[in-house]
């Protein structure tokens, strides 16, 4: 390999997401100096940018809402999350998204309003409408406010690269090293925190609405590192996504507005279905009609591309009221509003993660989380329309507290060794590449075949058995990748990368919910139907220890025992 | 479903190992409506792992990382169907990596995100 190049810093912030842009510019505003380091172009890559709508908040006398309030925000995440989620993070949550709004606003993002208030949707889930907009595109609007913000400030380095190992030393962590994908060459930092926003990894299974680089790298750098995770069975699936045409597969399809208005979900054999799996039909919640569309897609009534159809030729005046999504259809070569959409199930957000304090600390010294990278806040299922807050609020905190952490720690210079053998590491896939047989491309294909199919939507026993089983092999198989040898761009190297990464991960997911025995939020499995408050109201926490996984349960956080 | 046999052609190009660029042809089955972008990902998948290109893709025409030069022209790929003969080079005005790849991420870019939308 290349050079290394080495730098040090007080704060590393991993991910250029929402959540890495506040921990960054929070960071900044204290006077320390702050790395940012990303994947691929800061501002053109992430999970925020894609994040369509909603921003929950409480406005107060500022919205259309006053009658809301942070208490009944609250009673709602505790509702929604199954009783998962901690109420230690829910109040701070659900008190500082406002101030938010008001930052964003100074920064040039531009909500829609109602008069001089703040305008509000309503999603499943909410007592009050308090879903905040920017047109159709708030999350883009919001990154590219913070990258400004970013570009203003001489304390924050910019930096484009895949981290690819969390450095530690005497039980702490002291830094990170990655990869320039552009030219191989690697990079070593020294940092006294590192605060990992890399959001979340629905590329685990085949179908996502999250974009192509949500792989959960930062729950792999946090897990190898040996920090907790937390409740990473919870996976939560959008009914609706595109599976067709190939390049809008994973689009997320409005349903629960459409349905209303007309709009129809039928089989591969053109009939309705719906009704055979709970009484309301298409009208009903998120998690069920998942749960209906992927038991058809099971029973082999599927369209050509293996999903089930969606009409909305009924639904008047679509395209002027849904101009993001279905205009983009048919800007993409689907005849709308005619056309029959193609749509199944799709992993929409990773529930679990880093398992954070309310000061966004992990179980390791140094190491902070924020926005879906981060795990105990929501529980079991999530508000539409959270997650961009998360990311302010918890971005916010996070970048604060590892500033804050610098002013009284000396910084550790990293073991040689451990990054030599990281180096080598890398490089070592690519010497072996030259005579591997299996590209990894294909072993992380078949991953995301059987996650979808057998950790997904719905879980039994045997078809998270029979995935444990299935992943073993495959990790048998990254020993025998191929991979082309050049250092410059190189996507199998990356995936090379990943897919170790991704193996990990997808067996912790199989191993938590296998050992889950009830269903809650997002968790079905179909041998255990029922919620089991007795037994299963708490954490799943998983780590690493000498070489394996290990599984241990944590109690939910509680404020508030009147709320459940 | 229709399918019909296409043929397109790829600039390629390493800098370290290459002395001049060159175009290979790539032979595919276009499904019906695949993109210029879904036909470069057939590739590297089905025939050719060592072509680059952005490993990162919104699908929405926010992040303008699939854009690449389709006949002579800077093209959102995402958006443009595939078509037989197709020349596929990688974005002009942006330094170039590898094959496809540039860096989108380079100085003169950043002006871009300073404007107000």
């Not at chain 1, 409740?231 to 959008?238: A, N, T």
Request: charged share 25%.
């Amino acid at each position: 390999m290349k050079s290394t190049q080495e730098i040090k810093t007080d704060v590393l912030v991993i991910g250029g997401g929402a959540a890495g842009c506040w921990a960054a510019l929070t960071a900044s505003l204290r006077g320390v100096d702050v790395t940012l380091i990303n994947k691929y172009p800061l501002g053109k890559s992430g999970t925020t940018i894609v994040g369509m709508i909603t921003y929950n908040a409480v406005m107060g006398e500022l919205g259309v809402h006053p009658e809301d309030s942070p208490d009944i925000y609250f009673q709602d995440l505790v509702k929604e999350g199954a009783l998962l989620g901690d109420q230690d993070l829910m109040e701070i949550f659900v008190r500082r998204g406002r101030e938010t709004v008001l930052q964003l606003e100074k920064m040039g993002v531009r909500w829609d309003k109602v008069g001089d208030k703040f305008d509000a949707r309503r999603l499943p889930g909410m007592s009050y409408p308090r879903g905040c907009f920017s047109d159709h595109r708030t999350g883009l609007f919001i990154q590219r406010a913070l990258v400004r913000e970013i570009q203003k400030r001489s304390n924050i380095r910019v930096l484009e690269r895949k981290v690819t190992k969390l450095l530690t030393k005497d039980g702490q962590i002291v830094g990170a090293v990655g990869l320039h994908i552009h030219d191989g060459s690697f990079l070593k930092v020294m940092a006294k925190s590192v605060v990992i926003a890399t959001g979340g990894a629905g590329r685990l299974f085949k179908i996502t609405s999250m974009p192509e680089d949500a792989r959960g790298d930062g729950y792999s750098l946090a897990y190898e590192a040996g920090a907790k995770l937390i409740d990473m069975e919870f996976h939560l699936f959008f009914p609706a996504t595109l599976v067709y045409p190939e390049t809008l597969r994973g689009l997320v399809v409005p349903r629960g507005t459409t349905v209303p208005l007309g709009a129809r979900i039928l089989n591969g054999r053109r009939e309705r279905f719906m009704h055979k799996y709970y009484p309301e039909a298409e009208l009903t919640t998120r998690d069920k009609a998942s749960i209906s569309i992927f038991k058809e897609i099971k029973s082999g009534a599927v369209t050509p591309h293996g999903g089930v159809y969606m009409d909305v030729s009924s639904v008047e005046n679509l395209l002027e009221k849904y101009p993001t999504s279905f205009k983009d259809f048919k800007d993409a070569g689907m005849n709308l509003p005619d056309e029959w959409l193609e749509i199944a199930p799709g992993l929409h957000f990773t529930l679990g993660g880093v398992q954070i304090n309310g000061f966004c600390e992990a179980s390791l010294p140094g190491l902070y989380a924020a926005g879906e990278a981060a795990g105990n806040m929501h529980g079991a299922n999530r508000i539409g329309g959270s997650a961009l807050p998360e990311c302010s609020v918890f971005g916010q905190i996070a970048g604060e507290n590892a500033a804050i952490r610098t002013q009284f720690i000396q910084p550790l210079e990293p073991d040689r060794k451990e990054v030599q053998e990281e180096r080598e590491r890398l490089r070592s896939l690519l010497d072996a590449g030259k005579n591997g047989h299996i590209r990894p491309v294909k072993i992380m294909r078949t991953l995301q075949e059987l996650m979808y199919d057998k950790v997904g939507v719905l879980r039994t026993g045997n078809s998270l058995r029979g995935a444990i089983t299935e992943i073993r092999e495959l990790k048998k198989k990254t020993k025998d990748m191929k991979i082309h040898s050049s250092e410059r761009y190189n996507n199998e190297w990356i995936d090379a990368i990943d897919i170790q990464n991704m193996l990990h991960l997808g067996e912790i997911a199989a191993q938590c919910a296998l050992a889950r025995e009830e269903s809650r939020g997002a968790h079905y499995r179909e041998d255990f139907p029922q919620q089991n408050d007795r037994s299963w109201k708490k954490h799943s926490l998983s780590w690493k220890e000498g070489g394996d996984i290990r599984i241990a349960y944590h109690p939910v956080t509680v404020t508030r025992p009147e709320e459940g | 479903m229709s399918t019909k046999k296409i043929k397109v052609k790829i600039f390629r190009f390493d800098p370290e190992v290459d002395k001049q660029p060159s175009f290979q042809e790539y032979e595919l089955m276009k499904t019906e409506k695949m993109s210029v972008l879904s036909a470069v990902q057939y590739i590297y998948e089905k025939l050719d792992g060592s072509l680059s290109f952005s490993g990162y893709f919104c699908y929405r025409k926010l992040c303008g990382l699939c854009q690449m030069k389709v006949n002579k022209r800077n093209r959102l790929t995402c958006r443009i169907p595939v078509e037989d003969g197709m020349v596929i080079e990688p974005a002009s005005g942006y330094p170039l990596i590898k094959d496809l790849a540039v860096d989108f991420s380079a100085e003169k870019e950043k002006k871009e995100l300073g404007n107000e939308d």
